[in-house]
């Protein structure tokens, strides 16, 4: 199974590339970096240091083959040690290192060793220096809560549902890189554990929505084991069972879905799989609880689009922001969809930044404002339905995410959590840190990092806010095992003041 949006690759297939042995390698190699790529919470007083495959040539370690800088881009003066008989060299600030900043440690090319070898191409880490001192307790240890219970299988990539009793419907997703979960898992927030949800899933399934169907809750495409489905099932509470749903007139992966004011559900986008590659949808679908069965839309989508998302907004329109559009490019761009004519309009003024797989969260029901976070782009913008354009919300992501969440919080915040970080390879790195979206502090908010991590760092993981305003995490993959998490853990927000 090809995954296309490899920004967000669940199924982290290791590259693994065997050469036969030779006495001379062609390329000098870096072995390890000091604080490792993506280290989070970095003393200011550690120990920076590279470590190479071979003795270094002093004459090649200059401020141009060996930098530190901020991710701002600002270049911080060092002095450089070869230790380890030349094969490892510590990188030592002339002024301490700033507290709460990321910074880069970059080798470049021109680097060689005593014998001429040199590096095949740039390589850098990047790391985030502790918060010594802080203006006051964004978040505390003493908030998260590990389940004692578990799920009955685990699962990442799945989906996560609020029903109409309270309780979480958590479906489908993966069990490891390749073998997918097949049953759901229902978590109780009055008894505070997790319950096996009851059957099984008809189809297994992965990267697909889930939308409210009357007291039910709708499991709508995705991926299954041979692709991109186009089945959906539904699970009905009240006979804690899952049952074959209606079909949806095309495959579709990646796909968003919603419900409607009026109880239809709308579908829009994804894509399916021929041995040409990946063909993306320019249509979207309707169903009707009232006639039974998808149809299209009377309007078309203006672009195709997979990886977005979909925002029902107070007026009852669905803003349709983001997502790939297939090419070696995707534009810009965001829409509307109109209930009561069922057609789709441009708008005007479309987004500053490019994002997939992010997280889109409505702050009220008055405003109708909607944050969008992460999923390419680090900076945060926010969406006016009032004015109809987009605008930065009050500073960036402590690393640029993909596939975190974004949960409102009682008192108005919005907690990101985990996700990947792309590390410029066929991988990522699993992040295990939170930012904090809060509206104060500039014109349109801003963006703080408290010093709390997860126990473990999560991805393709969920997080759904329960009627009390507690969050629950559940699931996802971690950074060293092919398995998923079948662990949840709960966060109680601090009640507003």
Do not use: C
């Not at 939308?211 to 039910?216: K, Q």
């Not at 987009?390 to 907690?415: E, I, K, M, W, Y």
């Amino acid at each position: 199974m090809r995954k296309v949006l490899a920004a967000f690759v669940l199924a982290l297939a290791a590259a693994a590339a065997w050469a036969a042995p030779s006495k001379s390698p062609a390329f000098l190699k870096v072995t390890k970096f000091k604080p490792r790529h993506g280290r989070t919470f970095v003393s200011l007083d550690a120990r920076l240091e590279v470590r190479f495959s071979r003795p270094l040539d002093p004459a090649t370690v200059t401020a141009q083959t060996v930098q530190l800088k901020k991710l701002s881009g600002e270049s911080v003066a060092v002095t450089y040690e070869e230790t380890r008989g030349g094969r490892a060299l510590l990188v030592t600030p002339d002024d301490p290192l700033l507290s709460g900043t990321d910074y880069q440690i970059i080798v470049r090319t021109g680097l060689r060793s005593t014998d001429g070898a040199t590096l095949r191409s740039d390589r850098h880490a990047n790391f985030f220096t502790e918060a010594r001192v802080s203006p006051f307790a964004i978040l505390r240890p003493d908030q998260f809560e590990g389940l004692d219970t578990f799920m009955s299988e685990g699962r990442a990539a799945h989906s996560a549902s609020l029903l109409p009793d309270g309780r979480v419907l958590l479906a489908g997703g993966l069990f490891d890189y390749t073998v997918f979960a097949t049953s759901g898992d229902l978590y109780d927030p009055v008894a505070n554990r997790f319950r096996a949800s009851g059957g099984r899933i008809n189809t297994q399934r992965a990267y697909h929505p889930a939308a409210r169907l009357g007291t039910g809750m709708m499991l709508i495409g995705g991926t299954g084991a041979q692709g991109a489905l186009s089945s959906t099932e539904v699970y009905q509470p009240s006979s804690m069972e899952f049952f074959v749903g209606p079909a949806l007139t095309e495959q579709r992966d990646f796909v968003a879905a919603v419900t409607l004011k009026d109880g239809r559900v709308l579908v829009t986008g994804g894509l399916r799989y021929i041995p040409q590659g990946a063909v993306y949808s320019d249509t979207a679908e309707i169903y009707d609880p009232a006639s039974g069965g998808f149809r299209f839309t009377l309007g078309a989508p203006i672009r195709r689009r997979a990886g977005h998302s979909l925002t029902v907004l107070p007026d009852g329109r669905v803003l349709i922001v983001g997502g790939q559009s297939g090419g070696t490019s995707s534009p810009v761009t965001a829409e509307f969809f109109d209930p009561a004519t069922e057609t789709f309009t441009a708008i005007v003024s479309p987004p500053g930044n490019h994002r997939q797989l992010h997280a889109a969260t409505l702050l009220d029901s008055t405003t109708g404002r909607v944050l969008f976070i992460d999923g390419g782009s680090a900076i945060l913008e926010m969406f006016d339905p009032a004015t109809g354009s987009f605008f930065p919300a009050g500073g960036a992501s402590s690393v640029n995410r993909t596939g975190a969440t974004a949960s409102l919080l009682p008192d108005g915040r919005v907690l990101i959590a985990g996700g990947l970080q792309d590390a410029g390879s066929s991988s990522g790195i699993a992040l295990d840190g939170f930012d904090i979206w809060v509206n104060s502090g500039g014109d349109h908010g801003s963006v703080l990092r408290p010093s709390v991590v997860f126990p473990e760092p999560r991805y393709g993981h969920t997080a759904t806010t329960v009627r009390d305003g507690r969050v629950l995490f559940a699931g996802g993959f971690g950074q060293l095992t092919p398995d998923s998490y079948d662990t949840g853990i709960v966060f109680t927000p601090d009640p507003p003041k």
